[in-house]
T-cell receptor, first 115, second 114 residues
Framework: AQSVTQLDSHVSVSEGTPVLLRCNYS??????LFWYVQHPNKGLQLLLK??????LVKGINGFEAEFKKSETSFHLTKPSAHMSDAAEYFC?????????????FGAGTILRVKS | EAQVTQNPRYLITVTGKKLTVTCSQN?????MSWYRQDPGLGLRQIYY???????DKGDVPEGYKVSRKEKRNFPLILESPSPNQTSLYFC?????????????FGEGSWLTVV
């Protein structure tokens, strides 16, 4: 069975400082992992995805994530936060066809960026 | 432009009055699904469809119906809405069951049942 735990419900950083959003997962197979972002009153936008290729994945807007199988983690990072990064972020796992291609979402992390 | 389009975006309705939220995608995707988003719970899958005339229950199907008569459309039907179905709903689509495929989301439909 799949599950996702986002370790922080809220993260607050100052503009220009690094961002770290933490995600741990459990999966019976080799999972696909995603990070999605949701800005207020908007839909979900894919930031990046891991699908068993390189373990360090680069996404849009300067974000990246590293897949660590031994730690079952997929933390999202960015070297320098911008005000426009303020949003809710979701870590997502999928085991693919074996589980109906269902996406299992974490509860979300709200990122606040202070000026 | 690749799009998943949901309508209505905002709706306030009364308990028991049937409603339908439409979803349409223009990417010729086989796979479509519906999610609801509630605070602190992330998104939970309601129903999904692997292709035309093929639908199955997700994690929270109670009180909902779906149909997939055409590839591009996947409406969500609430036969008798109740206040616990007040939520933000997302429709999503992807090319196939391959787990590496990106899933595209609509902009969401805010539903309030009073």
């Amino acid at each position: 069975a799949q599950s996702v735990t986002q370790l922080d419900s809220h993260v607050s950083v100052s503009e220009g400082t690094p961002v770290l959003l933490r995600c741990n997962y459990s999966s019976s197979y080799s999972p696909s992992l995603f990070w999605y972002v949701q800005h207020p009153n908007k839909g979900l936008q894919l930031l990046l995805k891991y699908t068993s290729a390189a373990t360090l994945v680069k996404g849009i807007n300067g974000f990246e994530a590293e897949f660590k199988k031994s730690e079952t983690s997929f933390h999202l990072t960015k070297p320098s936060a911008h005000m426009s990064d303020a949003a809710e972020y979701f870590c997502v796992v999928s085991d693919g066809a074996a589980y109906g291609n269902k996406l299992v979402f974490g509860a979300g992390t709200i990122l606040r960026v202070k000026s | 432009e690749a799009q998943v389009t949901q309508n209505p975006r905002y709706l306030i309705t009364v308990t028991g009055k049937k409603l339908t939220v439409t979803c349409s995608q223009n990417m010729n995707h086989e796979y479509m699904s519906w999610y609801r988003q509630d605070p602190g719970l992330g998104l939970r899958q309601i129903y999904y469809s692997m292709n035309v005339e093929v639908t199955d229950k997700g994690d929270v199907p109670e009180g909902y119906k779906v149909s997939r008569k055409e590839k591009r459309n996947f409406p969500l039907i609430l036969e008798s809405p109740s206040p616990n179905q007040t939520s933000l709903y997302f429709c999503a689509s992807s090319l196939s069951l391959n787990s590496g495929n990106t899933i595209y989301f609509g902009e969401g439909s805010w539903l309030t049942v009073v």
